[in-house]
């Protein structure tokens, strides 16, 4: 990794070449919502004045330039009879500007996921390979817990990290591409008073978070409140919608569905994201469904975001953006279920502690 | 004034230095494996019941058959093009190298229209995928099979595992239970597994027609007829989710150690690699941790019977 320090000025000088030679999608206010805030997406972008370089947060994630909610995996032609299987991995490169640290996290944890192990998936590594990310820090919404997850800052995964430290960027540079397209601009290298700034910049990101989830041996609490009533409680809230896998920036599930061409002369084995919230989802040929209730489905959404499949990945997958959080239509949001579940678990301890045999 | 040409080239997933490039893909064949199929020729189909088919197919292409090797107990996704991929436990030998057998149940989308396919038709097969009963470790001692229903499909391949090696093993007992005689599977197999290979077959059904002699009742009943010397048996067992919890727990009371308990589970399942998600079961995959878990395993899986 090498530091530089790039002024504003420059910054957008620099950010405007990038974007008008390649395909570049950049936060932009696509809306309003109901209290009259502003809605960002990564859009499109043409020019470096359509970005908008103070945003919030997305509401979906930038997990769609690796993940499309439908692509198609193979194809089929048929003749005389028989088949011919295509595959394409195709990719077309992307830069990816202004990503959060907690988003560029996730893209890891998906690579952790989808490319390491016995089968990694090429049509993900095609696109991670193909995409230039361009991070950028903010100071923390209200809502957000990345701190809690540990995903507040971000080491790798990204070509290009900029810290705001008043009319400068401070400059994490991750890959030769961004170093020599970088070269063209006006670079210094950071002094003492910069790196003051940065550490700053960074105790104030630390310091701003005001939503906190406690997340010690969470994976065992997961394990022992397996039949905890509090996932009837939220499940039976939940609408299966499966908004919050939607925007999840770590969310990777999906289905499978096979269809042919309307020319009847191929088909094509279609991959599309899918939610464990959806009633179907774990329902076998012949219509009996392991997972029934609402609560169950809901469950397996947070032990499978917090617990990480322990036996797997050993990691959480949950980044703490809290994006499932803001789009949930009945206002589940995972700080309240986790609390719900502390307070039980802390319940019973009191309740141990307090017994007579325990004196 | 700057050069403002930045241009990201493509790159070629398919070319091989980029391939084998971090992340690290040294698993070459795998990432064949991903997406491709083999190609396969329904060599013949055999009709069991009503419901249910053995499917023969062959690899067309020989070095893809010289390729494909499986364990007793892995499966493989059987794609019909158009119609989907279904997850299907291998049922035949897995020394036989030229010929795969499928034993289907006609149950969902896919497998409807597998029924409507006759010899000939070519299929693709992604896999072979899961873990394997570790039929090494369990020689040398008495296996107890059991198996509900369906449940002799994936049995039949550590099965014929063992009478093919039937020299390494001790006593074999099969007990088998069905709804009706009409619905047992593999019957033609029977003389030949009880006197050729010395396998202790006691079949049961719970309704027995006129024309049936052998006993009536659940699989259970079967337990009485049975010695188990539980310091050298391992016991395989497949069979409707309601089985799993009589038949392991009884094991179990009789002092069977969890690990020498195997159970082969079902999930639904999309991709058949750890991907989908689809098939988890507690915090492990069906597809990979799975579809052979030993007792303990399952015991400590959430929901998994």
Redesign the interface.
Known sequence: MIYKVISKKEFTGFIDALVRSNSSFGPRQVDNDLRGNAVYQFQPVHSVDEIAFDYSATASSAKHFFLPFQEELSRFLFHDGDWEQQITYEANPVVLIGLRACDISALNILDDVLLNGHFPSPSYLARRKNSFVIGMDHLPLADCFCKSMNHHTVTTGFNLFCSDIGDHYYLSINSSKAFSFLREFETRDPNYDDNCMLVERRKRIQNGFQTEIDVTALPTILDIEFDSPVWEKWGDKCLNCGTCAMVCPSCYCYSLTESFATSLNGASREKKLYSCNLVDFAVVAGGHNFRPKKGDRLKYRYYHQHRGFAENANQQICVGCNRCGRACLAGINPKDVINDLRMEKESCMTCASSSPRKI | M??????????D??RED??SSK???N?RS??M?????Y?CMVTNIVRLTEHERLFQLHIIDPLERALFRFRPGQFLML?L??????PISISGSSNNHEFLELCIRK???V?SALFTIGEGA?V?IRGPFGSAFPMDEMAGHNILLVAGGLGIAPLRAPLSWINEHRDRFLDVDLLYGAKEPSQLLFTWQFEEWKMINHIKLHTIVEHGDTGWKGQRGMITDLFNDISIDIAKTYAIVCGP?VMFKIVCSWLEQLGIPMNRMFVSL???M??G??????C??????TC??GPVFDYWTVMNL??AI
């Not at chain 2, 988890?280 to 995959?285: E, L, N």
């Open positions: 700057h050069d403002l040409r930045f241009v990201i080239p493509p790159q997933i398919n980029f391939a992340p690290d893909f698993r795998e990432i494996r991903t997406d491709w199929g190609k794609e093009p158009g119609y989907g991929d279904v149950v969902g989308h497998t070519r693709a989710p079902e999930r639904r999309h991709c690699m750890g991907k989908c998600c689809r988890m079961v507690g915090s492990t995959f990979i941790d959430k929901e």
